[in-house]
């Protein structure tokens, strides 16, 4: 049963989930859940993960009737996840409970240490350090819900508008304008940190 | 201090392996079972399929209110006397501004 039920495409675990089997749901948990798992990781906090990857499922369980293409439930459950993080975000700036940390000398420090050694080799070589998490926090921390999202994708996950837009359901012009403005932000926020 | 180039793509590269790092965080895998309990205890999700056949149920369902409203309908029109169109054009051509709906409809 359990290998029979790994030889069976999307498109049919999805046609057995609608006509009544809820447990073949399973299986399409089990096939995605370290793909859903991946995205969550790098969007929102540790703490909030497992919380979201049920919500990411249950959701994608509720929208299955839904899903067009089911050939390409990759896809479809992405933008599920993607979407749960921005909902995410929007809830946070709405009840304003994101502790925003602040960069001490210690980080001014250690960006400047790097920056100053360029080479290449020497940046893949060391092991990051938390001073990048937290920089990376910071940054992301000065961004709204929805700028967050769109330089996370297009800048950070190197997606283009059109992918970008995809997952996040906007229009492309959106993704880009944002994404832009928001680049321009973050090295401006750099660039004040460093000079303070 | 004033950033250059090279040291945008340094600061872009630091940003992006922390993003990218954020991956090897792990996670209990407990969550797995409170999704499928949960969505046990939910009603089977329904396709547009099952919307069209719950339609159809409801149509059939509907069949005798139908036909006694079809019923009734024929018996009242068979006891008014319709009036031809060219009576009552040919009223409201000489001015009856008395006509009364009741009239008009005959009843």
Not at chain 1, 2 to 11: I, M, Q
Not at chain 1, 34 to 41: E, S
């Amino acid at each position: 049963m359990v290998n029979e039920s790994h030889k069976l495409s999307d498109a049919e675990i999805i046609r057995r989930v609608i006509e009544g089997d809820v447990n073949a749901f399973e299986d399409l948990l089990k096939r995605y859940e370290q793909h859903v798992l991946n995205i969550l990781k790098k969007h929102i906090p540790h703490i909030q993960i497992e919380e979201t990857a049920q919500e990411v499922f249950f959701r994608a369980y509720q929208g299955l009737p839904t899903v067009k293409q089911t050939g390409r439930f990759k896809q479809w459950i992405s933008a599920v996840a993607i979407r749960a993080c921005y909902d995410f975000w929007r809830r946070q700036y709405r009840s304003r409970e994101i502790p925003m940390s602040d960069l001490t000398e210690r980080h001014r420090r250690w960006l400047e240490d790097v920056i100053s050694d360029q080479s290449d080799r020497s940046f893949h070589e060391s092991r990051l350090q938390k001073e990048a998490f937290e920089l990376l926090d910071w940054a992301l921390g000065k961004l709204s819900a929805e700028d967050r999202m769109a330089f996370e994708l297009v800048y950070l996950e190197g997606l283009s508008g059109r992918e970008a837009a995809d997952l996040l359901g906007w229009s492309v012009v959106n993704v880009k304008v944002r994404s832009h403005r928001c680049r321009k932000k973050i090295k401006k926020l750099i660039s004040e940190f460093m000079a303070a | 201090m004033k950033f250059f180039k090279e040291e945008h793509e340094v600061l872009k590269k630091i940003l992006c392996r922390a993003y990218y790092e954020k991956e090897r965080v792990k996670v209990s895998d407990h969550w797995q079972h409170g999704v499928m309990r949960r969505i046990r205890n939910l009603e089977p999700v329904e396709s547009d399929a099952s919307f069209f056949i719950r339609f159809q149920q409801l149509v059939w369902r509907l069949t005798p209110v139908v036909c006694l409203l079809i019923l009734i309908l024929a018996t009242v029109l068979f006891r008014v006397e319709i009036v031809p169109k060219y009576g009552v054009f040919q009223l409201l051509l000489n001015g009856e501004e008395e006509l009364s709906i009741s009239q008009f409809v005959g009843l």
